[in-house]
């Protein structure tokens, strides 16, 4: 590899909502993700993606190919037990139909588009192994006479110690710490992991969707670290990541046209495995997740949920369904019924609340939660009602 060279710090991307998008593995294509393809990155360029987190593996020749793992049914008679040299890697289609990309492909796309952004995902962990991919995609670079090209390369690690070894093959721009094999949500560590973040001057966390809450957001903020997070693609929930601190999803399949289709969104709260955040804004009456939902528990449901603006919003609770024959709910806000009615199945409960002094709060009071063990001598014994599925926070045009 070439000796290490100054390179001025690339400007802070821009902060237009498509470039807070990050095509996974260039994003999907018909359906098929991991495609790592060059169709894949002109649909998702076509669509205003502009920063690509791509998936490197190396081929038995040295060389460096874009892949996610050898292991992936993704091209007929590759595998772990048959990894190919780049050349026999180019021969064949992804998925019978689709173009597959060198590292040096990916440069050339690079200066074929001056507007893009590359977030490395190695699958290299070990020191050696990190070492050799990054000599190689550096020489590589300096081979083609593309050594510019790296200067918008964000390095993703995955420790502190891989962010050491990349540091001495070349001098990267930008790097990003993706926590997916270091972190499992502990809020001590988090913070230590920021603090070693500003030592280092790496100004980005990446982490899973659904380790992402309020307490995570406030100490990103006290570090003044970005975090991105992954993969999401629903637009909703996405959308709401957005609002709610996150500087960037990855993402398979959304795209600007999707969010903005949210743009009066202010707070969507989740009851679901996937994109669970109410345990940040109920605090009391709620069970625990059961799929795509959480029960109920008790005669009363109480939301408590900062909001910077002091405006009224309309409020949308999606029900998934109700426990008993039929249930009675009533909203309250500030000890004065806002909404009334009942529940015989599925539905909505919509209503106008007050923000004040940055506060939402308002309670549900369920007067016909009754207890499996009550209804039908079953061993339950929490006091069940509603489904809730989904809490939406919109604007009041």
């Not at 110690?161 to 710490?177: A, H, N, Q």
């Not at 957001?217 to 992954?230: E, F, L, P, R, S």
């Not at 059961?290 to 029900?319: A, C, H, K, Q, Y």
Request: aromatic share 12%.
């Amino acid at each position: 590899p070439p000796p290490p060279h100054p390179h001025p710090s690339p400007p802070r991307r821009s902060s237009d909502l498509a470039e807070l998008l990050i095509g996974h593995s260039f994003g999907s294509i018909d359906g098929n993700t991991y495609t790592g393809s060059l169709e894949a990155f002109q649909k998702k360029y076509e669509e205003g993606i502009r920063i690509f987190e791509v998936d490197f593996a190396t081929a038995a020749d040295g060389d460096i190919v874009l892949r996610h793992d050898w292991d992936a049914d993704l091209q007929e008679g590759i595998s772990s037990e048959n990894i190919p040299t780049s050349e026999e890697f180019k021969k064949i289609l992804i998925n019978g139909k689709y173009t597959p990309l060198t590292f040096i492909d990916l440069l050339r796309l690079m200066e074929e588009f001056p507007d893009i952004w590359i977030v490395t995902d190695s699958k290299a962990i070990e020191e050696d192994e990190v070492r050799t991919e990054f000599e190689e995609m550096v020489s590589e670079a300096q081979e083609s006479e593309m050594l510019d090209v790296l200067d918008r390369f964000i390095i993703q690690i995955y420790n502190e110690k891989m962010y050491d070894t990349v540091k001495e093959v070349y001098p990267f721009s930008e790097y990003i710490f993706t926590l997916y094999m270091r972190w499992g949500g502990e809020l001590d560590e988090f913070e230590n992991i920021c603090r070693w973040c500003v030592v280092h001057n790496v100004k980005n966390i990446t982490m899973w969707n659904f380790l992402y809450n309020e307490r995570i957001k406030m100490m990103a903020q006290k570090y003044n670290i970005d975090i991105y997070v992954h993969t999401e693609n629903n637009p909703l929930a996405g959308k709401n990541y957005l609002m709610n601190g996150v500087r960037g999803l990855y993402t398979d399949d959304l795209t600007e046209d999707m969010l903005n289709e949210y743009s009066d969104l202010v707070k969507a709260i989740f009851f679901s495995e996937k994109n669970y955040n109410a345990k940040d804004y109920v605090y009391e009456g709620l069970s625990w997740i059961e799929g795509d939902f959480s029960w109920t528990n008790g005669n009363e449901v109480g939301f408590w949920i900062p909001i910077e603006e002091n405006d009224n919003l309309r409020v949308e609770m999606i029900i998934g369904g109700i426990y008993g024959g039929a249930q009675r709910y009533n909203v309250v806000q500030d000890n004065i019924i806002v909404a009334e009615g009942e529940l015989i199945a599925e539905g909505t409960i919509s209503f106008t609340a007050v923000v004040r002094d940055g506060l939402c709060i308002f309670q549900i009071e369920l007067p016909d939660a009754i207890s499996p063990n009550e209804w039908d001598g079953g061993e339950d014994m929490r006091c069940l009602a509603l489904q809730l599925k989904q809490v939406l926070l919109y604007r009041i045009s």
